[in-house]
C-alpha cells in the first residue's frame, strides 16, 4: 500500500472512552503530523514529528497525546475527550528540510470523530 | 513569521467560466507556496508547489498559480471551471521562519461550479 493511511475512518466515542488513532506513511518521510479540522474553522496543527522526535506541540490539551514509535507510524491517543473535540483528525508526512527546503505534505483521508 | 491569507471565503462560478482563487502571504525568508485541494469528506491533495524555480507553476488538472514576489501573491487559476472543481481549496506558506519549515495555511476558499 502507498501513501498515508489512516485507521479507523469513523470513531463515535463517549466522553468517557479512551480511543487511539493510527496514521501509517509509506513514502519514506522524515516528518509526520496531526491537524484537527472542525466545520467552520481554519485548519489546526496539533503535533509535529520529525524523526520521532516532537518538534511542535501547539497548545494541545492534554486529554490529546501523540506517541510516534517510528518514522513511519504516528498515533493520537485520545481520552477524557469532549464534544467539542469533533472534527476532522488529519494526518499528514513530509521531508521536512532544516536548510533551504520546503517539500509538500502528504494527507491522509482523515479520521472523522464524533464525540456523544 | 509567516501567513497567508485567502482573500475569499466563497468562489462561485459556472461551468465552462474561469476561476480566480486569490492568495497574499507574508513571509521574512524566501517561501515556498502551495496549494492544496480537498474535497467532502477527504484529504488534502496537492495541486501544485512553487519553490523558488519558475514564477509560474503548472498543476494538476489544468490549474496553475502565478508566484509574484512584488505584489507577495500567489494566486490559482483555471482557464475553465468543470463541475468535479468544486471542493475547499488552501493556499499555504513555508520558509525558514523561526529555523523550521513547517507550513502555515490559509482559512481556505469554498468554490461552487454551477452547472
Known amino acids: 500500500e502507498t501513501g498515508v493511511t489512516q485507521t479507523p475512518r469513523h470513531l463515535v466515542m463517549g466522553m468517557t472512552n479512551k480511543k487511539s488513532l493510527k496514521c501509517e506513511q509509506h513514502?519514506?518521510?522524515?516528518?509526520m503530523y496531526w491537524y484537527k479540522q472542525s466545520a467552520k474553522k481554519p485548519l489546526e496543527l496539533m503535533f509535529v514529528?520529525?524523526?520521532?522526535?516532537?518538534?511542535e506541540n501547539n497548545s494541545v490539551p492534554s486529554r490529546f497525546s501523540p506517541e510516534c514509535p517510528n518514522s513511519s507510524h504516528l498515533f493520537l491517543h485520545l481520552h477524557t475527550l469532549q464534544p467539542e473535540d469533533s472534527a476532522l483528525y488529519l494526518c499528514?508526512?513530509?521531508?521536512?528540510?532544516?536548510?533551504?527546503?520546503?517539500?509538500?505534505?502528504?494527507f491522509g483521508p482523515g479520521t472523522r470523530l464524533t464525540v456523544t | 513569521a509567516q501567513s497567508v491569507t485567502q482573500l475569499d471565503s466563497h468562489v462561485s462560478v459556472s461551468e465552462g467560466t474561469p476561476v480566480l482563487l486569490r492568495c497574499n502571504y507574508s513571509?521574512?525568508?524566501?517561501?515556498?507556496l502551495f496549494w492544496y485541494v480537498q474535497h467532502p469528506n477527504k484529504g488534502l491533495q496537492l495541486l501544485l508547489k512553487?519553490?523558488?524555480?519558475?514564477?509560474l507553476v503548472k498543476g494538476i488538472n489544468g490549474f496553475e498559480a502565478e508566484f509574484k514576489k512584488s505584489e507577495t501573491s500567489f494566486h490559482l487559476t483555471k482557464p475553465s471551471a468543470h463541475m468535479s472543481d468544486a471542493a475547499e481549496y488552501f493556499c499555504?506558506?513555508?520558509?525558514?521562519?523561526?529555523?523550521?519549515?513547517?507550513?502555515?495555511f490559509g482559512r481556505g476558499t469554498s468554490l461552487i461550479v454551477h452547472p
Open positions: 499528514a508526512s513530509s521531508h521536512l528540510g532544516t536548510s533551504g527546503a520546503s517539500y509538500e505534505q502528504y
Open positions: 513514502l519514506g518521510h522524515n516528518a
Open positions: 514529528y520529525n524523526f520521532k522526535e516532537q518538534t
Open positions: 513571509s521574512s525568508y524566501s517561501p515556498s
Open positions: 512553487y519553490t523558488s524555480a519558475a514564477t
Open positions: 499555504v506558506v513555508s520558509s525558514a521562519s523561526g529555523g523550521s519549515y513547517i507550513p502555515t
